[in-house]
């Protein structure tokens, strides 16, 4: 949202600056050009001021237009600029949201002449919270409506209705994929009749998709499940709905953050062979292998125990879960000391709390690392919450001093062994509805390849994030034995390593670590599934929300001392 911000205003000062050339302008008016030539050349002139906004001389644009503001009005303030920025952009997000809703559901009335019933589910077995809904339709609109809430009404389309149809002629049964194209939906297809039945609404069209109402033995009927009804009238939101994305799975797993003294109240090393078991049937899971599952969810880490010291133990793991996510280290990789290596990660040196693959994007979700052998003194694995520390920073991220944190991108990059990565993060990212994601990579950042940026003022904030992530009492110890394996989520523990002893490598000591990744799309489609019971076990009674967790942690323990090292920077702050 801040980079936008600024993005539209590097933009203003570009048109601006395009005014302020005259003598071009006056140029082509002047001289009575041919109408072709003049599109030509103002063709040419729009390219002119293109150029003058790339990207390369934007940073010192922006430094010349905050000078130049700043000497037009009087009390200008950078934090004000950004407030102002930020409720524009807010507005604008409204006025978007407001015209595209109307687009979708139009409050038209029920009109006199349409065919309608009411209908309430009394059976039972449904666990439904449904209540009663009116049903109404013409031959060009289905009117959904909750006679318990004013307002409540929803009127749908036959098309985008009939797109949605699940049966076994319009999707394949065994894929699930359809069998027509959106493309050959008639426009003006319409409703024929509506049935209501405890799984949702039956549905026949008018003007159908010609090869589906030409069939003469089988009619087709479409079902329009309660669900969408419910979702239409907002009696369940999409969140209620577990679909792959990571805030469905936490509403329902919890999310409990963790320091040094939390974390060992609640970490598990789970049995290898029972994690390992097939579940039997959906009716029947195995709990070994889902509340590891569920524990990477709601604490970011697990370990297993009792892990053969096999060399493929690590892929047997890791595609329990899912498919691996291949990276240039290989399909699995070997964590060891080397010489020459080829990462700072295959040496004896101690390596800082860092993300794996930052220069990637997106970066892999999960982590494991199977310990093989342990035998040096010293090499302790260090993890710390850093999603705990981003959120209890993310409400400051708007005061001008802290804000390089969410403004400031940090180039990581890899270009090294005939191989080339580079992307580039805000150590905290967000978007409108608030934190997103933390990212801190010391030993893995790229170089600033024009330093033009002034990275003083990011410096300063970014080091109360370090003190933050790496004070004695956040940081977890953990040394692993041979047969632990520990699996962490890569986007929101950081983890490291104490230095190990070098000299026992002749004596044939040896710390050797096996390792694998999972993307963040594979790992969620397979958590999309933990059953019912058991991703709620730990959560308590409500559900998770980014607002309740942000709330939790302004209340916690920890929220003092941040905003104690806060004030350090910015005395304005308040508790
Ligand atoms: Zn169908």
């Known amino acids: 949202m801040f980079s936008l911000a600024r993005t539209a205003q590097a933009r203003a000062a570009g048109s601006s600056r395009a005014k302020a050339h005259p003598l071009l302008i006056r140029t082509v008016h002047s001289q009575n050009l041919p109408p072709s030539l003049s599109k030509i050349l103002s063709e040419r002139h729009s390219k002119y001021r293109q150029q003058t906004t790339s990207p390369e001389t934007q940073a010192e644009k922006n430094n010349d237009d905050a000078a130049a503001v700043a000497a037009s009005q009087p009390s200008y303030r950078p934090q004000q600029r950004r407030i102002l920025a930020k409720q524009a952009a807010a507005q604008a997000q409204q006025a978007t949201q407001q015209t595209s809703a109307s687009r979708s559901w139009p409050k038209l009335e029920i009109p006199r002449g349409a065919r309608r019933f009411t209908f309430t589910d009394a059976s039972p077995t449904s666990s439904s919270v449904r209540g009663t809904v009116t049903v109404a339709w013409t031959d060009q609109f289905l009117f959904v409506e909750d006679p318990a809430t004013q307002d409540g009404r929803r009127t749908l389309k036959p098309a985008t209705i009939r797109d949605s149809c699940s049966c076994p002629r319009c999707r394949d049964p065994s894929s699930g994929q359809k069998t027509f194209s959106s493309v050959e939906i008639p426009v003006d297809i319409g409703l024929e009749h509506v049935k209501p039945t405890k799984k949702g609404l039956e549905i026949t069209f008018l003007r159908d998709i010609p090869r ?87 604490l970011g880490i697990v370990f297993l125990r009792n892990v053969p010291r096999d060399p493929s133990s690590i892929e047997h793991i890791t595609s329990r879960i899912a498919n691996l996510k291949e990276t240039f280290y290989g399909r699995t990789f070997d964590v060891r000391a080397k010489p020459d290596a080829e990462n700072v990660a295959y040496t004896n040196g101690f390596l800082g709390l860092h993300q794996d693959l930052l220069y990637l994007d997106p970066p892999p979700m999960i982590q494991a690392l199977h310990c093989m052998e342990s035998s040096r003194a010293g090499g302790e694995s260090l993890f710390s919450d850093g999603e705990r520390v981003g959120r209890l920073l993310w409400p400051y991220a708007s005061r001008h001093r802290l804000a390089p944190l969410a403004e400031h991108h940090v180039p990581y990059q890899y270009a090294k062994h005939g191989f080339h990565y580079f992307s580039s993060r805000r150590v905290l990212e967000g978007n409108a509805a608030g934190f997103t994601n933390v990212f801190w990579s010391p030993p893995f950042q790229g170089r600033y390849m024009s330093p033009v940026k002034d990275i003083r003022s990011w410096i300063k904030p970014a080091q109360v994030f370090s003190e933050l992530i790496n004070h004695p009492d956040a940081v977890y110890e953990h040394k692993m034995e041979p047969g632990d394996c520990v699996l962490f989520d890569n986007l929101r523990v950081l983890h490291g390593r104490n230095a190990f002893d070098n000299a026992s490598a002749s004596a044939g000591g040896e710390r050797w670590l096996r390792g694998a990744y999972i993307a963040a799309e594979d790992f969620l489609s397979r958590a999309a599934h933990i059953p019912k019971g058991l991703a709620e076990k730990y959560r308590g009674e409500v559900p998770w929300t980014p607002g309740l967790a942000q709330q939790e942690l302004r209340e916690s323990a920890w929220h003092g001392d941040v905003v104690r090292r806060l004030k350090e920077i910015d005395p304005g702050i308040d508790e």
């Open 212 to 298: 589906f109402s030409d069939h003469d033995d089988k009619k087709h009927i479409m079902l329009l499940p309660w669900e969408s009804i419910d979702l239409s009238l907002k009696r369940k939101t999409m969140e209620d709905v577990t679909l792959p994305r990571q805030r469905s799975i936490l509403r329902r797993t919890g999310v409990t953050y963790w320091d040094r003294h939390i974390l060992p109240q609640h970490i598990r090393h789970i049995d290898y062979a029972a994690f390992m078991r097939p579940d039997n049937n959906p009716n029947d899971p195995n709990p070994a292998f889902w509340d590891a599952i569920v524990d990477l969810c709601r």
